[in-house]
């Protein structure tokens, strides 16, 4: 361990002669090593957002991030777990992380960047009776996360509250929520989605889930999101329905391929499967998806 951290100590101290030709300071004390990692991340309509998530830094120190010509790219105080998370334009590459105290400067190591497609990693939607659902997700990582608000509809199209979970903060660990809605009407197919709410009033919601139990015949009315990455929702099918006999899923050439039941109405595609197009097959009715 004492061989790592005197790694951590070298590539600081390189950092920052590179930058300013000098050393102004060594890495910063502690048990861990002070870390910084720049996080990219893409919102729903294709937005980049790009961040610096110090770890083990000095608590209540100024953190600032520089580029390699020692221009300012954001700073931000350090709480008490010796957490910051500093935003920064993602035209610029941070080369040094100082943390300033009362005695003077040191410097966090820059971890490999990050990029982060989305926060929300799975949601899904499962029956726990005729009248409540427990909803299921889980986060990649969490930056400034203040809440989620769990909202539901019945045409998919207007949505009103449900309940509020108070979101982590900011952590790069992989996180799982869940909340049950025992307000769900039987034979009523509902809609859900998650609003996720950072503390700075930005927000950003997620994919849409599907639940139905009616007792009609459960015939399928469509399938969302097409294209999709490797999940589909199948409106209208009912939930006892949905299993292997009833619901087939085919290749281009004809090969049936694997998939996970992962929600009352939904189905995850093998991650294995190569992007192109594909046939879903519910007993006599067909539809061709594309996945990308």
């Known amino acids: 361990m004492k061989k790592l951290y005197a790694i ?4 600081c101290i390189a950092i920052a002669q590179a930058s300013y030709g000098q050393v102004v300071g060594e890495n910063c004390p502690g048990p861990m090593p002070a870390v910084a990692t720049p996080v990219s991340s893409f919102d729903g309509d ?3 957002t790009c961040r610096l998530i110090g770890q083990f830094l000095p608590p209540g120190s100024v953190v600032s991030a520089y580029n390699a010509a020692g221009d300012l790219l954001g700073k931000a105080f350090a709480d008490a777990d010796g ?38 990693t799975d949601f899904n939607a499962r029956l726990q009776s005729d009248n409540s659902v427990r909803l299921n997700w889980t986060s990649a990582f969490e930056v400034n996360n203040y809440k989620y608000v769990l909202e539901k509809s019945t045409d998919g199209r207007s949505f009103h509250w449900v309940a509020e979970i108070r979101g982590a903060g900011t952590t790069l ?11 769900f009407v039987s034979d009523q197919p509902t809609f859900y989605r998650l609003k996720q709410i950072d503390a700075d009033g930005r927000f950003v919601y997620s994919a849409v889930v599907y639940v139905n139990n009616t007792r009609a015949s459960g015939r399928v009315t469509g399938i969302f999101p097409n294209p999709f990455r490797n999940y589909i929702q ?15 899923v085919f290749n281009s050439n004809g090969q049936r391929i694997s998939y996970k039941v992962t929600g009352s109405n939904a ?8 992007n192109g197009i594909y046939i879903v ?9 594309v996945k990308n």
């Open 173 to 183: 660990q992989s996180l799982t929520y869940s909340e049950v809605d025992n307000s």
């Open 46 to 48: 294709g937005v980049e």
């Open 83 to 120: 957490f910051v998370c500093i935003f920064y334009s993602c035209d610029q590459v941070p080369t040094v992380v100082c943390a300033f105290t009362g005695t003077g400067c040191c410097f966090a190591c820059l971890a490999d960047p990050v990029s982060l497609p989305i926060k929300l």
């Open 234 to 248: 199948l409106v209208g099918i009912n939930a006892r329905d949905l299993n292997t006999n009833n619901v087939k």
């Open 281 to 289: 097959r519910v007993k006599d009715q067909v539809f061709k998806v």
């Open 8 to 11: 951590f100590a070298i590539a």
């Open 267 to 274: 189905i995850t595609i093998d991650e294995s499967a190569q």
